[in-house]
């Protein structure tokens, strides 16, 4: 996965969902060789207030060593439907103030 700074976030109708419009040149993690667009992925997005929106994140080839990297927007994470901002706020403030379930919350505090 790479991160993304440098984006907008764009609604397609036909999609239903904000597709994530990177205009960063990303580099392989791997080998720094130079990353191309190659397919989007969808993910659903949770926020603070349990509101749920469906994005659309780049997957990106790599020149060099063929790798495929989804590049992850800088308000989400890698691998979890919450927003960084909800797993923050369940991380220190306790279940009462983030739409996830405590189980969730407690997984995150590990
Ligand atoms: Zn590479």
Not at 21 to 32: A, G, K
Not at 77 to 96: F, N, R
Request: charged share 30%; net charge positive; hydrophobic share 25%.
């Amino acid at each position: 996965m790479v991160p993304a700074e440098k984006y907008s976030l764009k609604y397609n109708r036909e999609r239903e969902g904000f597709v994530v419009q990177s205009w960063q040149q990303q580099r392989c993690p791997n080998c720094s060789a130079p990353l191309s667009g190659y397919d989007l992925r969808r993910r659903k997005s949770i926020d603070t207030e349990g509101r749920s929106q469906i994005v659309y994140v780049r997957r990106l080839r790599c020149a060099g060593c063929g790798r495929l990297h989804t590049e992850i927007p800088d308000f989400m994470l890698p691998y979890k439907q919450y927003t960084k901002a909800a797993v923050e706020e369940g991380k220190t403030g306790g279940p009462s103030c983030c739409p996830a379930d405590a189980s969730t919350i407690r997984r995150w505090k590990k």
